[in-house]
C-alpha cells in the first residue's frame, strides 16, 4: 500500500471477479458472509443469512473519520496562509494516511475474524462504480468523506481478506439498501432504516446496512 491510498486488491480467482458476473454458490456448500460499506456511523456492516439482521456485526467510523475531518481542517488552514508551500501538504498526507490506513485495516480485521470463525466462509461484497481516490484528492475540501471511504474502505477490506486467505466475491450493488432482504421488494426508506412494503413479508423495520448486508449475501450465493 503506498503512502497516499490503497491499491485495488485482487479478489480470489476461484470464487469471482470483479465485476460481479460470477457463479453461483449454494447455501449447502458455503456461508456467505455480507459487508455493507458504509461512511457515516459504520465503515462496515456484516452478517449471514444465518445469523440475520440482530447477529450483525459493525465497525464503527467515528475515529477514522475525526482523522479526515482534521486532514482537511489542516489543509483548509495550509491552504489559507499567506505562502502555500506543496510540500507542508506532502507532509500533511504523510502525517494523516498511515493513522487512517490503520484503522481501516484494524475495523476491516474485525470483519474478516467475524466472517472466518464460520466454516465455508465466503466474504461477499459490493463492486462499487466509484473507484479509489488518494487522500491528497481530499485536502482542501476536494471530497467529502461519504465519496472517498467506501471504495478505499472496501478495497482494505478486501486487501485483508484475501491475505488471510478468505475467498471474496463483488456482486452487483443494484438497490441493496433499498430492497428488504427477505421478499426483495423496495422498502420505505428513511436514514437509518428499511421498512418492507409487502403486507405478507415478516419484516417490519429493520437497519439498512443490516438488511444490505444480507442482500449481499443472497447475492454471493445466486438467491435472487
Not at 22 to 35: A, D
Request: net charge negative; with cysteine; aromatic share 4%.
Amino acid at each position: 500500500m503506498s503512502s497516499h491510498g490503497p491499491a485495488p486488491a485482487k479478489t480470489a480467482p476461484s470464487r469471482g471477479s470483479a465485476s460481479g458476473q460470477m457463479e453461483s454458490y449454494s447455501m449447502n456448500t458455503v456461508s456467505p458472509v455480507g459487508v455493507d460499506v458504509g461512511s457515516t456511523r459504520s465503515l462496515f456492516v456484516a452478517t449471514s443469512p444465518g445469523a440475520g439482521p440482530d447477529g450483525a456485526i459493525t465497525a464503527d467510523a467515528t475515529y477514522p473519520r475525526a482523522l479526515f475531518a482534521e486532514f482537511q481542517s489542516a489543509t483548509h488552514r495550509l491552504g489559507a496562509a499567506p505562502a502555500f508551500d506543496p510540500d507542508c501538504l506532502g507532509d500533511l498526507v504523510a502525517r494523516y494516511w498511515p493513522r487512517i490506513r490503520t484503522a481501516l485495516e484494524e475495523a476491516a480485521d474485525d470483519v474478516v475474524a467475524y466472517a472466518s470463525a464460520r466454516p465455508g466462509a465466503l466474504l461477499a461484497v459490493e463492486d462499487l462504480p466509484q473507484r479509489c481516490q488518494p487522500l491528497v484528492e481530499a485536502a482542501h475540501g476536494g471530497l467529502r468523506w461519504a465519496s472517498w471511504v467506501p471504495p478505499v474502505a472496501l478495497e482494505i477490506l478486501v486487501a485483508r481478506a484475501v491475505a488471510a486467505g478468505l475467498p471474496v466475491v463483488r456482486v452487483d450493488p443494484h438497490q441493496t439498501s433499498r430492497r428488504c432482504h427477505v421478499c426483495g421488494e423496495v422498502g420505505e426508506l428513511d436514514a437509518e432504516t428499511i421498512a418492507c412494503s409487502s403486507e405478507t413479508c415478516p419484516v417490519d423495520e429493520v437497519g439498512r446496512d443490516r438488511s444490505a448486508a444480507l442482500s449481499i449475501a443472497k447475492r454471493a450465493a445466486g438467491v435472487p
